[in-house]
């Protein structure tokens, strides 16, 4: 059975605050990725991985990077963190050759205030 | 530009009648679609998928309909059930987006009892 664990359920920073939201998966899969939810706007693509220390922008980058460092665990870090950064974000991972079938974690409900 | 539309942000229905759920496109090269469910404090787990080959794909009581000349697809629940309140997302993938993922914004669906 897939398994997708984010660090935190729930996490309240202050505006400028280094954030780091960890996300670990225990089924060797090969892509790993970072959405934020939104009311109105659904899933929206960060950055996603498809190996150790490659990276790719997703569709709204800005404010954030990752790190992946092993296979199993991808990082978001928001460098300094914003009120426009409150949300709910969500990691998932899924093999290679079927990057449509993600495999998602419980996500990381974010206040910045 | 949100490519996958799902104009319907909520949907009530009766125990036992039919859920329909619709979902719009823009991006005539999405080849693959899927539907996602949601449950609150949960991450979204995929619930069924249509191949643009296909016109329709059944699983028990999902069946999901793609029209490509119209760029729309439903998903029809039925009979519904109290279990099947959650939020469900409809996603696109293709060639054109390196077979990533497009999530709508998502259809609150309520079955009342």
């Known amino acids: 059975d897939v398994k997708v664990t984010q660090s935190s359920r729930y996490l309240v920073k202050r505006t400028g605050e280094k954030v780091f939201l960890e996300c670990v998966q225990d089924?060797?899969?090969?892509?790993m990725f970072w959405y934020r939810q939104d009311p109105g706007l659904g899933l929206r693509l960060i950055y996603f991985?498809?190996?150790?220390?490659?990276?790719e922008k997703g569709d709204i980058p800005e404010g954030y990077s990752v790190s992946r460092e092993k296979k199993e665990r991808f990082s978001l870090i928001l460098e300094s963190a914003s009120t426009n950064q409150t949300s709910m974000y969500l990691c998932?991972?899924?093999?290679?050759?079927?990057?449509?079938?993600?495999?998602f974690g419980p996500g990381t409900r974010l206040t910045v205030t | 530009d949100q490519q996958v539309k799902q104009n319907s942000p909520s949907l009530s229905v009766q125990e036992g009648r039919i859920s329909i759920l619709n979902c719009d496109y823009t991006?005539?090269?999405?080849?693959?679609f899927l539907w996602y469910k949601k449950y609150p404090a949960e991450g979204p787990t995929f619930l069924i998928s249509?191949?643009?080959?296909?016109d329709k794909n059944e699983d028990g009581r999902f069946t999901v309909f793609l029209n490509k000349s119209a760029k729309h697809l439903s998903l029809h629940i039925v009979p519904s059930q109290p279990g099947d309140s959650a939020v469900y997302f409809c996603?696109?993938?293709?060639?054109?987006?390196?077979?990533?993922?497009?999530f709508g914004a998502g259809t609150t669906v309520t079955v009342r009892a």
């Open positions: 998932a991972s899924s093999f290679r050759g079927a990057t449509y079938e993600q495999y």
């Open positions: 089924m060797d899969h090969e892509n």
């Open positions: 991985s498809y190996d150790v220390k490659m990276k």
């Open positions: 991006n005539s090269m999405f080849d693959y």
């Open positions: 249509i191949s643009s080959i296909k």
């Open positions: 996603a696109a993938s293709g060639r054109s987006n390196d077979y990533k993922l497009s």
